[in-house]
């Protein structure tokens, strides 16, 4: 039901197919969050329309809310949110970092205290993946711990292998074989425990990995080089996944060193904020700045938003606290990084990345990329 095929190369740049039970992912990949089961404030006909392949859910917050029993009862992720595509579920672990004042750490798991209503909860790695296994996506993965960013190396050790042998659990305790299970690499940006971590992580022989660990508020400059290493580690022939990055740059950036999937909550966030992307960075639609433009977001985008409505009005709606704002921008947000996917699949598939690299820099930071990305260019072969 499963396999992965790198179908071309560029540098270290790869474009491939990922088969899963509801249908093939084309990677490089970006992955709309939808953390309670739903990309907030569009549907599944807006999700397929701007191209998304494979939607993400939380598992935490759907223990909470409704639970995985009912999911299940009622057709699991596919048939309960009607996205009949792909699925991935994230394991919990990143709330073990983002909920960090209302946990605590054993070697049994996680207990949670309940934001909805102060309840205490455990989170294991059997009952991630059960809860996960009730809830049906495609990808599932291994339960974690990120560690936040700075942490100390004692800290980040101690996790480390605390991540192992959780992962030694999540395995024993997966049942079903329509599910693919991804393992996480840890070590925070410390090479000799990033390294230690990867090599660990790919004796299990699992179906994909995940780099995790990343994103957290480390430096480009160390982030950079920890997934140039991990890229290095991993094996070839399974999908690679950089969990929770999702600004243009640094798709791009990751891309060149060789990773194949993204998740992020970033395009729609910034949608809801009044923000919408486009080539050259962000326009801000809270400002009075475009109030009289009749031009599209980006003449070069081809997103019902973009064809259909002016910056004069997306202007109107998002100082109007309109709702209908936030979901166009976040239609154009998401149309724009699965453009920019679509276009960096082409450009590796015709030995052209580099070219696309540069180009893109060109208008991203006017001709002065930051050294963290020219850094990325040459690590992946792209000079």
């Not at 992955?31 to 329309?49: C, I, S, W, Y």
């Not at 433009?293 to 081809?302: H, L, M, N, Q, T």
């Not at 997103?303 to 154009?332: K, N, Q």
Request: aromatic share 8%.
């Amino acid at each position: 039901m499963f396999g992965f095929r790198v179908l071309a190369t560029s540098g270290k740049a790869r474009t491939g197919v990922l088969e899963t039970p509801h249908g093939p992912v084309t990677t490089p990949v970006f992955m709309p969050v939808g953390t309670q089961g739903t990309v907030k404030g569009l549907d599944v006909r807006e999700l397929a329309e701007v191209g998304s392949q494979i939607l993400l859910a939380n598992t935490y917050h759907l223990l909470l809310r409704p639970g995985p029993e009912r999911v299940a009862r009622l057709g699991g992720l596919h048939g309960f949110a009607a996205w009949r595509r792909p699925w991935l579920t994230d394991s919990g672990g990143y709330q073990v970092m983002s909920l960090g004042h209302r946990r605590t750490i054993t070697e049994e798991g996680v207990h949670f205290r309940n934001h909805l209503n102060g309840d205490l909860l455990l989170l294991t790695p059997e009952r991630s993946i059960r809860v996960q296994e009730q809830l049906g996506a495609d990808l599932i993965m291994a339960f974690d711990e990120c560690p936040p960013y700075p942490s100390s190396r004692s800290y980040l050790e101690a996790s480390l292998e605390r991540t192992l042998r959780w992962l030694e659990r999540s395995v024993k305790a997966k049942t079903r074989s329509d599910q693919a299970l991804f393992g996480i690499t840890q070590g925070g940006t410390e090479p000799d425990l990033r390294r230690r971590s990867t090599l660990e992580t790919i004796r299990f022989d699992l179906p994909g990995y995940a780099i995790g660990g990343l994103a957290v508020g480390e430096p480009k400059e160390r982030m950079i080089p920890t997934i140039d290493l991990s890229t290095d580690l991993l094996p070839e022939d399974r999908p690679r996944y950089l969990m929770g990055v999702g600004h243009p740059e640094d798709l791009v950036a990751a891309v060149a060193l060789g990773v194949d999937m993204f998740d992020c909550v970033y395009p729609t966030r910034t949608g809801r904020f009044g923000y919408a992307l486009v080539p050259e960075g962000r326009l801000n639609f809270n400002a009075a700045r475009h109030k009289e433009d009749p031009g599209p977001i980006d003449a070069s985008c081809d997103c019902f938003v973009c064809r259909t409505y002016s910056r004069a009005y997306l202007t109107h709606l998002v100082r109007a606290g309109e709702m209908l704002g936030p979901v166009l921008l976040s239609i154009h947000n998401l149309r724009y990084l699965h453009r920019l996917t679509e276009a960096m699949r082409a450009a590796i598939a015709e030995g052209r990345f580099a070219d696309f690299a540069h180009r893109f820099a060109e208008k991203r930071f006017g001709g002065k990329p930051p050294g963290w990305f020219t850094e990325a260019l040459r690590r992946g072969g792209h000079v």
